[in-house]
C-alpha cells in the first residue's frame, strides 16, 4: 500500500522525552526523513537517516530505524514547549526518472508545562 | 542565502477559475517540487522538475499542470478550480533528483 502511518496526538510534559512513531510501506526507500512543521508554516526539515542506518543522533534528536518492520522514530530529548508542532516522517520513493517524499499524516506533539 | 520563495503566500479564487503559482528554488538547486496539503493531512506529491523536465507526476487530474523554466524557477497551474483544490501548495527545491529537499513557506489558496 501507499500509506505512511503515525499516530495522531502525542502530549508530553516539559523536559520530558518525547517518542514519534512511524511505520512506512517502501521497503526500497532510500533515505527516510522527519519534518516539524508549525501552524501556518512550511516544513523544516529536521532530521533524515539513510536505510542502511539503525540509528542517527543529532543533539536533542535520535532517529531509530528497524528496516525489518518498517518502523521509525523520532525522539526527541528534553521537549521544550517550542517543540509544540505537527511531525511528519516521510519516505522516499522513486518515480519514473526522478524521486518523491511519501508522507504521514503527521502527529501534533503538544508540550505542557 | 534565501530559501525557496514561493508567491503568492495567500490567494483566494473562485471555483472554475485557474491560478498559477510560483516557486524560485534555492540558487544552484536543479529540482523542484510541488506537493498539496489538504488541512489535517500529510503534505501529497503533485509533481518533480529535474533540468526543466517532468520526472514525476502524482496522482492528480490533468487541471494540474506546471513547468521549470531555464532559471530552474517553476510555475504550478490548476485550471477549473473546484472547492476541494483548497489547500496549502508547497513547493521544494533539492540539488539533484533524490535528496536534500528543502520547503517554502507554501501558497494557501482557497476556492470559494
Known amino acids: 500500500g501507499e500509506d505512511v502511518e503515525q499516530s495522531l496526538f502525542l502530549s508530553v510534559r516539559e523536559g520530558d522525552s518525547s517518542v514519534i512513531n512511524c511505520t512506512y510501506t517502501d521497503s526500497s526507500s532510500t533515505y527516510l526523513y522527519w519534518y516539524k512543521q508549525e501552524p501556518g508554516a512550511g516544513l523544516q526539515l529536521l532530521t533524515y537517516?539513510?536505510?542502511?542506518?539503525d540509528m542517527k543522533q543529532d543533539q536533542r534528536l535520535t532517529v531509530l530505524l528497524n528496516k525489518k518492520d518498517k518502523h521509525l522514530s523520532l525522539r526527541i530529548a528534553d521537549t521544550q514547549t517550542g517543540d509544540s508542532a505537527i511531525y511528519f516522517c516521510a519516505e522516499s520513493r522513486l518515480t519514473g526518472g526522478g524521486n518523491k517524499l511519501t508522507f504521514g499524516t503527521g502527529t501534533q506533539l503538544k508540550v505542557e508545562l | 542565502d534565501a530559501g525557496v520563495t514561493q508567491s503568492p503566500t495567500h490567494l483566494i479564487k473562485t471555483r472554475g477559475q485557474h491560478v498559477t503559482l510560483r516557486c524560485s528554488p534555492i540558487?544552484?538547486?536543479?529540482?523542484v517540487s510541488w506537493y498539496q496539503q489538504v488541512l489535517g493531512q500529510g503534505p501529497q506529491f503533485i509533481f518533480q522538475?529535474?533540468?526543466?523536465?517532468?520526472?514525476g507526476r502524482g496522482n492528480f487530474p490533468d487541471r494540474f499542470s506546471a513547468r521549470q523554466f531555464p532559471n530552474y524557477s517553476s510555475e504550478l497551474n490548476v485550471n477549473a478550480l473546484l472547492l476541494g483544490d483548497s489547500a496549502l501548495y508547497l513547493c521544494a527545491s533539492s540539488s539533484d533528483r533524490g535528496h536534500g529537499y528543502t520547503f517554502g513557506s507554501g501558497t494557501r489558496l482557497t476556492v470559494v
Open positions: 522538475y529535474y533540468e526543466k523536465e517532468e520526472r
Open positions: 537517516i539513510f536505510s542502511n542506518m
Open positions: 540558487s544552484g538547486h536543479k529540482s
